[in-house]
């Protein structure tokens, strides 16, 4: 055992270290070589789906060929056709001021489960190589032929279209110690790992980006408006799809009171069977294990295997078993994730109620995962959606299918992410964005240094005085008017402060004071300018329009406004 799990760390360690080596030369490839590679390996898949789902379910023993088959089918038809126009390469999306260019991240490490072995396997190389990564899968011991040949089948397709043959390794030896080793190498650039909560945690402490999953334990509730017989449909759809192995599969009906009776008529008709008090304390013994943690016996088997195992009699063509609940938790063990054509059945007293049990279930093994629920009106689908810690919330179809992408027009996905409520990085159906880096080229938008006019050196230059005070301004003007008042008017330059006896046609009085600002150029040049008394802003502006100069001496009243303007513009002569 030993040697055996050397060998698997050193297997682990050689297979990183050629996937890493190959990443060189899948990193520089085009779009277009890229989308021929993943064209040819999904299509490859796609003509081998029938026989690697009879070999998952002959080496596994869940679930159902048939519907393995369809899983495989999705994976390789649907993920590819909703990916296969995504661009991974160069510039993926641009606009005036942000450019995004995409960079692929490096060693994928794959962890595969068992309960869908094939069509995780699918999935997650498809994306992988989608974005232009390399990728080295880990599969559960007990699928690792399964998912062997599902790599090899798609690695050789992926050759001839032009991948490097050591894109795509799956290691042989299927130990704790070898995909421990895988998860943690130094070359190893993320982790996608589907499977139990142990390696989940595993993966997350290994100190690289990881994106896990957790349990689902999705409860589903018929509100009293939906369509009961497809409701019932959709529920049995989705419980009984490969035998409930896919971890969105419904795993309690949650139904109110008013309809319960048409619910359990509808079960009944389309091959549910509802189990007594003892026939149902007999199967919740094989539910559990001594530990009381989910029986991986019991796991992707049909209602009449588990039926025989824990020794009761059920009808033929029984198609799922349900038992009424009255609790949730450890004491109730119909209440857990059962990964089975098993339901815990629960009736409540409308919305509030429904949803408050919806959450205590969630929060007892499936936080963040999957909720469901069937009715005909929108606002209650949408308020049970706000109300509910999960990822997903799946209305009018089977949560199986909705959750994954396959009835509704979520991302279709073989790993759902279940955020922080499950303690994962994201909530988001993973795809192959989540194995990308995006590098944003951003143009400034808002200026930080932005460049000022010059102030004139006037400006510069002008000493800092303190302005006199309003009331110091008024009483000077009107000393000045009083004055002037009494004062006899001189023959050539009427005061200011005297107004024409007659009216005048011009909406503004002549201003007589001009003379005494502008002196007349056809003076004589002995006569000296004579200054003025009182200067506002108005009159200097009407000198700096004319080209004059004002003419003060240090008894003029200037007012501040007109201070800073005239000796702005140097309109200021002082004599």
């Not at 408006?225 to 009984?240: H, Q």
């Amino acid at each position: 055992m030993a040697d055996k799990d050397l060998m698997a760390q050193q297997e682990a360690r050689d297979a990183v270290d050629a996937a890493f080596a190959a990443f060189s030369d899948v990193s520089q490839m085009t779009q277009d070589a890229v989308d021929a590679i993943c064209s040819a390996m999904a299509s490859a898949a796609l003509a081998d789906s029938e026989r690697l789902g009879r070999l998952a379910h002959e080496e596994t023993g869940f679930g159902r060929p048939e519907d393995k088959r369809e899983k495989n089918r999705f994976a390789a038809e649907d993920v590819w056709n909703y990916f296969r126009k995504l661009r991974t390469v160069g510039v993926v999306n641009e606009t005036e001021n942000i450019v995004e260019i995409a960079s692929p991240r490096g060693v994928v490490a794959a962890i595969i489960p068992s309960t869908n072995p094939t069509s995780t396997a699918i999935f997650k190389i498809i994306i992988a190589i989608k974005s232009r990564n390399t990728i080295v899968l880990s599969p559960h011991p007990s699928a690792a032929g399964c998912i062997a040949e599902t790599a090899r089948i798609m690695r050789d397709a992926g050759v001839r279209a032009g991948l490097p043959q050591a894109a795509i390794q799956c290691l042989t030896y299927s130990t704790i110690e070898g995909t421990e080793a895988l998860m943690r190498h130094k070359r190893t650039a993320v982790i996608l790992a589907t499977g139990g909560t142990g390696l989940v945690r595993a993966a997350y402490s290994s100190g690289k980006p990881a994106f896990g999953v957790g349990p689902g334990n999705v409860p589903v509730y018929i509100e009293s408006t939906a369509n009961v017989e497809k409701a019932v449909a959709d529920i049995l759809t989705g419980t009984c799809f490969d035998n409930g192995t896919i971890c969105a599969s419904e795993q309690s009906v949650v139904v109110d009171r008013a309809i319960e009776s048409a619910v359990r008529e509808q079960f009944l008709a389309q091959g549910g069977h509802f189990l007594g008090r003892k026939d149902a304390d007999a199967v919740a013994k094989v539910l559990l294990t001594p530990q009381r943690t989910l029986n991986a016996a019991i796991v992707g088997r049909s209602a009449q295997h588990i039926a025989e195992v824990a020794g009761i009699t059920i009808p033929d063509g029984t198609r799922c078993l349900l038992a009424d609940c009255d609790g949730v938790g450890r004491d109730h063990p119909w209440s857990i994730e059962k990964l089975s054509p098993t339901l815990a059945f629960f009736v409540v007293d409308g919305v509030e109620q429904a949803a408050s049990r919806c959450e205590e279930i969630l929060r007892f093994g499936g936080m963040g995962h999957t909720a469901g629920m069937h009715t005909s009106d929108r606002a209650a689908a949408i308020e049970y959606g706000r109300r509910m810690p999960a990822s997903r919330v799946v209305i009018n179809s089977p949560t199986t299918h909705g959750a994954i992408g396959f009835s509704t027009d979520l991302a279709p996905s073989m790993t759902l992410g279940c955020g922080s409520w499950g303690g994962n990085v994201t909530s988001d159906n993973v795809s192959p964005i989540h194995l990308m880096d995006i590098k944003r080229v951003a143009f400034e938008t808002k200026p930080i240094n932005v460049v000022r006019p010059r102030e004139s050196k006037v400006a510069e230059a002008a000493p800092v005085r303190t302005l006199p005070k309003r009331e110091d301004i008024a009483r000077l003007v009107d000393s000045f008017l009083s004055e002037r008042a009494a004062a006899p008017p001189l023959p050539s330059t009427p005061s200011r402060a005297e107004k024409s006896p007659e009216p005048v046609a011009s909406p503004e009085p002549p201003r007589t004071v001009i003379h005494h600002m502008y002196p007349d150029p056809e003076a004589k040049a002995e006569a000296p300018p004579t200054p003025v008394d009182f200067v506002s802003e108005t009159d200097v502006r009407d000198a700096i329009q004319m080209g004059k100069k004002i003419y003060i001496t240090k008894k003029t009243i200037v007012t501040p406004a007109a201070r800073d303007l005239g000796e702005e513009k140097e309109v200021f002569a002082t004599l």
